[in-house]
């Protein structure tokens, strides 16, 4: 039953303010899980591209992991600058890696992982904590977000495929810059109090106290 009430309270007038608040941090996610992943649908062709050895390849997600791992460490130190900066950072390493050989791809690689493990957690923290009431279900939507970015990856390679690489790398780019610009118009600050208690399900809500303490009227 209580899930029924906060489904219905999150489709309800109160859809504005979570759409306001979390929209560009949804958005950023929808594009971080086909960044996250791209690797692995574009790794024969970047194998073509370069004239390497599958071997030599392994190093190429060893270097994107890295970065994100350093970005992660790095997030919580501003979360609404994380977001926007992660985004574009990440988006420089994807050009980069439109002319960079194999050698030089890794610190390309590094960056654009620092710029994901940076927006990733931010969001994550973003979502958790704007409004405490409902975070279960705000983070279940973001991870949807992430799948649903994940899912694509290997349909928006197929549909870039006549420009190569490149035009997939760009057409990626763009969407993070994109990300970064939506990410302005997040809040500075969460919620009032009154926001996150009008989103909250009725039987959470703090009911006003009358007549003393329970301990003193069950005496």
């Not at 109160?14 to 574009?42: D, S």
């Not at 050895?53 to 970005?71: P, V």
């Not at 979502?127 to 290997?154: E, K, M």
Request: hydrophobic residues 50%; contains cysteine; positive net charge.
């Amino acid at each position: 039953m209580q899930s029924v009430q906060l489904k219905a309270s999150l489709l309800g007038p109160n859809r504005a303010i979570i759409l306001r608040t979390l929209g560009p941090a949804y958005f950023y996610f929808l594009v971080a899980g086909t960044v996250t992943v791209m690797l692995g649908p574009l790794l024969p062709q970047l194998i073509q591209h370069w004239q390497i050895q599958d071997a030599q390849a392994g190093t190429l997600f060893t270097a994107d992991f890295i970065g994100q791992l350093c970005g992660a460490w790095i997030a919580a130190r501003g979360l609404r600058a994380s977001l926007i900066y992660g985004s574009i950072l990440s988006a420089a390493g994807c050009i980069a890696l439109t002319w960079l050989g194999f050698g030089a791809a890794h610190i390309a690689l590094f960056c654009l992982g620092v710029g994901l493990g940076t927006g990733l957690t931010a969001g994550n923290i973003i979502a958790g904590t704007t409004l405490p009431a409902v975070r279960t279900r705000l983070l279940a939507f973001l991870n949807v977000a992430w799948g649903l970015g994940a899912i694509a990856c290997p349909l928006l390679i197929n549909l870039t495929s006549a420009g190569g690489i490149r035009r997939f790398l760009f057409v990626i780019a763009a969407l993070l810059v994109a990300a970064s610009l939506f990410s302005i118009a997040l809040p500075r600050t969460s919620l009032t109090a009154e926001d996150s208690e009008a989103l909250s399900p009725p039987d959470q809500r703090v009911q006003p106290q009358s007549g003393g303490s329970p301990c003193l009227r069950s005496r």
